[in-house]
């Protein structure tokens, strides 16, 4: 058993932990914060940003920490090999929450790992190379009802090494249609954004959407995601798709 799973296995453990927990503090009333997160494998690692996306199996770890107003929130990303794909590591502050509207900030150093072949000593040999970014949003959201929102969301991330791209500009505007229902007990999630990406010199328009069918008060759930180029002049592939197996996790934990 790899890294990659036994650090999975580890994660599901901890989400036991403190639902155990939760469960036997519900009766004191303390001030709690959420733990809450997603196990996805899917068939093909996929990226808005065509120089991230992986292209191959990968399983993908997202965290969320914190209280109502700062939250950390962090990505991991692994190839099914156990190789690293990339890890984010959010920090999001929410600005403002009400009925109508919603508007948070962010910021993130991240890491997207690749495989290079390096000479050393007239031999040749690949190497896992971790490229650094920093970066931040803005995302407002426009809430129409509890199961609908509509809003812009922006992007910038500023390369930290001189031979990776240096400035990234990504501004989309956003569907989210959270409750389609089909059944009593099956509903469809669906999120849907039209984005113009620029990386340096290089420019993009693409569509971008996840369909996700739900069961009611069951973890797992299979969605599939595409990703396609309407013009664009960065490099990458003009359509990719995949399918994808999720487990989610909700949990308080009491604060000490």
Known sequence: MNCTYKFF????????????SSQS?????????IFSG?????T???????NLTLGKPAAILDLSMGGKKLR?????RFALTGKPWGF???????LLNNEKFQFKI?????????????????TSKNILRAQQYFAGELSPV????KNISLGPYYIYARGLEKDIVQNSNFISFRANFSNIILSDNYFMRLMAQAYYLKLDAEDGFYLNSTLSLNRRNFPFSVSSSINKAIQSEIAGDNFLWNINLTYSFNTRYTKL
């Open 9 to 20: 296995i580890f994660i599901l453990a901890l989400n036991f932990a403190l639902n155990a």
């Open 25 to 33: 503090n519900n009766s004191l009333k303390h001030e709690s914060d």
């Open 38 to 42: 997603a196990v996805t494998i899917t």
């Open 44 to 50: 093909k690692g996929l990226s808005t940003f065509p």
């Open 72 to 76: 950390f929130e962090p990505v991991m």
């Open 88 to 94: 984010i590591f959010w920090f999001r502050y929410e």
């Open 106 to 122: 962010g910021a993130h150093p991240a890491y997207s790992f690749k495989t290079i072949s390096v000479t050393q000593n007239g």
């Open 142 to 145: 426009f809430k129409f009802g």
